[in-house]
């Protein structure tokens, strides 16, 4: 608080400054009295207007290849970082996203013959306590990881890459080679695609983001 208020102090010293240039002097009783209103309703709209531009939604999309012990998987990493220095010290604060649902058509390099013509996908997080996943979820403000989608991942049993199944698709095995995710977020209604290749191999450690 004590920082905004510096920030209104030298706002209205410019004004103060300007004014001096506009009427060559100090302004009249009415003026400085519109000074000050002006000033009063800088100090109290200034939170509002710095929430609205710095305090929305900022989602973080990484793509990370996730091992552990047996099992491989092609997982994106979400977060809604939150904010941080002065924008931080002038009191705004992350708005958390209230809705976030993932899709994703999937289709082999090269050829251009699609896998999966579109699959809801299973969004995990921490708020989660069944760790079965959702296909709705929040995501609050935060360092660490907040969200999680497994694209694709190494079946131990069938020794195979599978993509996970949902409510309306049966998992599907995918045979070596090389595809494209076009993965479309919903972010409060707001859409969010992105594209990346991984690839599929004939072992376990085969399965791995692309470069590009």
Known sequence: MGLL???????????????????GGFPAEWEWVGIVLAGVGILIGSPTVFQMMWGRPKLSIEFENDAQGEHRSVIVFLKNLPVTGLVKALGVRRETIQSLTASVQ????????III???????????????????RTTLPPTYSVGASIVLATWDVRNQQVIVPGSRAHRETPL????????ILLFVDGEPNKLTRRFRVGQSADDLKWSAN
Do not use: H, K, W
């Open 117 to 135: 013509p579109i699959l809801q996908l299973r969004v995990y997080s921490d708020g989660d306590e069944t760790d079965n996943g959702r296909e």
């Open 5 to 23: 208020v510096a920030i209104v102090l030298i706002i209205l010293g410019c004004m103060f400054f300007a004014l001096r240039g506009v009427f």
């Open 175 to 182: 045979p070596e080679g090389y595809y494209e995710a076009a």
């Open 106 to 113: 999937l289709s082999e390099v090269g050829s251009g013959r």
